[in-house]
């Protein structure tokens, strides 16, 4: 590990939206590496203490913290401040920048460049003009989306900035107390 290695919290999105804005991205920036699809919980940062204590950390808080559910917006783009196309949180976005809060202590504390905003990014353009584009595409494209627009936030991942775009995960940590039920008492 070196010391300017960046560290983040995902949740991956494995279902049709998921699928859908994979899709979406391949085709307005074919030459972006693919990323898996994921709402961001923390944002890219260095850590203040080691790899294995940030994880431990996210652990020990994740157990505490139930899955569950939220729903997708609107596209929209984050122009002027970046050149990012992305679809926002609605529906209890208010329990991921709460999960959000919670997880940003100790060697994963960081202070964000921007407010925290629950999204789904689907492209970020090198350009306004090449976003603003995307946008369009994107807001069109999801007006014809028709299924569940859900996602079920169960488990996270802890992932390191391998290189310009390329992340690795390093855990995947699941929320809430995930127990096996046994003649009737909780393991």
Same mark, same amino acid.
């Given at each position: !590990?070196?010391?300017?290695? @960046?560290?983040?919290?995902?949740?991956?999105?494995?279902?049709?939206?998921?699928?859908?804005?994979?899709?979406?991205?391949? =085709?307005?920036?074919?030459?972006?590496?693919?990323?898996?699809?994921?709402?961001?919980?923390?944002?890219?940062? /260095?850590?203040?203490?080691?790899?294995?204590?940030?994880?431990?950390? /996210?652990?020990?808080? &994740?157990?505490?913290?139930?899955?569950?559910?939220?729903?997708?917006?609107?596209?929209?783009?984050?122009?002027?401040?970046?050149?990012?196309?992305?679809?926002?949180?609605?529906?209890?976005?208010?329990? !991921?920048?709460?999960?959000?809060? @919670?997880?940003?202590?100790?060697?994963? &504390?960081?202070?964000?460049?921007?407010?925290? !905003?629950?999204?789904?990014?689907?492209?970020? !353009?090198?350009?306004?003009?090449?976003?603003?584009?995307?946008?369009?595409?994107?807001?069109? @494209?999801?007006? =014809?989306?028709?299924?569940?627009? &859900?996602?079920?936030?169960?488990?996270?991942?802890?992932?390191?900035?391998?290189?310009?775009?390329?992340?690795?995960?390093?855990?995947?940590?699941?929320?809430?107390?995930?127990?096996?039920?046994?003649?009737?008492?909780? @393991?």
């Amino acid at each position: !590990m070196t010391r300017n290695q @960046r560290y983040a919290l995902v949740a991956y999105v494995r279902n049709p939206v998921g699928e859908f804005v994979e899709s979406l991205r391949k =085709e307005l920036h074919p030459a972006l590496p693919h990323l898996a699809a994921h709402v961001t919980l923390l944002p890219p940062r /260095l850590l203040d203490g080691t790899e294995s204590s940030a994880l431990q950390k /996210l652990e020990e808080l &994740c157990k505490e913290v139930e899955p569950f559910e939220v729903s997708l917006g609107e596209v929209e783009t984050f122009i002027p401040v970046t050149p990012t196309v992305f679809i926002r949180v609605a529906h209890a976005a208010y329990r !991921m920048r709460e999960l959000h809060d @919670r997880l940003n202590v100790n060697a994963l &504390c960081c202070r964000e460049e921007w407010p925290y !905003m629950p999204h789904l990014t689907i492209v970020k !353009m090198g350009a306004e003009d090449q976003a603003q584009h995307a946008y369009r595409v994107a807001r069109t @494209r999801w007006a =014809e989306f028709d299924e569940s627009r &859900c996602i079920e936030v169960r488990d996270l991942t802890f992932v390191r900035e391998e290189g310009q775009n390329k992340w690795a995960d390093l855990a995947e940590i699941p929320l809430g107390q995930r127990v096996a039920r046994a003649s009737g008492r909780i @393991r």
